[in-house]
């Protein structure tokens, strides 16, 4: 079974101050990781995923994370916010071969001006 | 490009009455389709999942089902809805195993 832990549920941080968005997983299998980020009353949109390769991912607004197989992790991060990422994000699991994504229970970013 | 509707985008029911909640995804075909819950401070719980027409595997036993009638429709239904089943319900398509899951604009649900 595969499980995703988002230890923060709510991050305040203040305007292009710098972020990191903590996630850790378990899975018996190899696995795919991905970020989605959810605004108010709205789906989610994938922000960035990791399936091979480098580990250190690139998405959309300036998001990164790095996939650490040791430490189990995908931590998010950004250099400087902005108001525009208030939102709440998710991380989310997918072990190989399998239909289905677990997400974690998601983590609230607050960016104060 | 591929696009995914939900409709209702609202919706406000008393406890007991039936529900009835619509997902279709356009500009693909044979897609896997989920139905997610997102209630308040639980994040997503996987409810459904199809990988084809009359193909519903269901990962939490409660008040609801699911049906996929046709290719690209997937139907959230209940029969008499509980106050524990409010919350914003989302659904979701993939065409493959290892693609991304895109998620539609969700339905929020309200039991009185």
């Known amino acids: 079974a595969q499980s995703v832990t988002q230890l923060d549920s709510q991050v305040p941080v203040f305007e292009e101050a710098p972020v990191e968005l903590r996630c850790n997983y378990s899975?018996?299998?190899?696995?795919?990781l991905f970020w989605y980020v959810q605004y108010p009353n709205q789906g989610l949109q994938l922000l960035l995923k990791y399936l091979s390769g480098s580990t250190l991912v690139k998405g959309i607004n300036g998001f990164e994370a790095e996939f650490n197989k040791s430490q189990t992790s995908f931590h998010l991060r950004k250099p400087s916010v902005h108001i525009s990422d208030t939102a709440e994000y998710f991380c989310?699991?997918?072990?190989?071969?399998?239909?289905?994504?677990?997400f974690g229970t998601g983590t609230k970013l607050q960016v104060i001006p | 490009s591929q696009t995914i509707h939900q409709w209702p985008a609202t919706l406000v029911q008393p406890v007991g009455s039936p529900l009835s909640l619509e997902c279709t995804v356009e500009?693909?075909?044979?897609?896997?389709l989920y139905w997610y819950r997102q209630a308040a401070g639980r994040g997503l719980q996987l409810l459904f999942y199809?990988?084809?027409?009359?193909?519903i595997s269901s990962e939490v036993p409660q008040n609801l089902s699911a049906s996929r009638p046709q290719d690209r429709q997937f139907i959230l239904s209940s029969k008499k809805l509980l106050l524990s089943d409010s919350g914003f319900y989302l659904c979701?398509?993939?065409?493959?195993?290892?693609?991304?899951?895109?998620f539609g604009p969700g339905t929020r649900l309200l039991v009185l």
């Open positions: 979701a398509w993939r065409t493959g195993t290892w693609e991304t899951q895109y």
């Open positions: 500009g693909t075909s044979n897609p896997n």
């Open positions: 989310a699991v997918m072990a190989g071969g399998y239909q289905k994504v677990t």
């Open positions: 899975s018996s299998v190899s696995v795919y």
């Open positions: 199809s990988v084809g027409i009359g193909q």
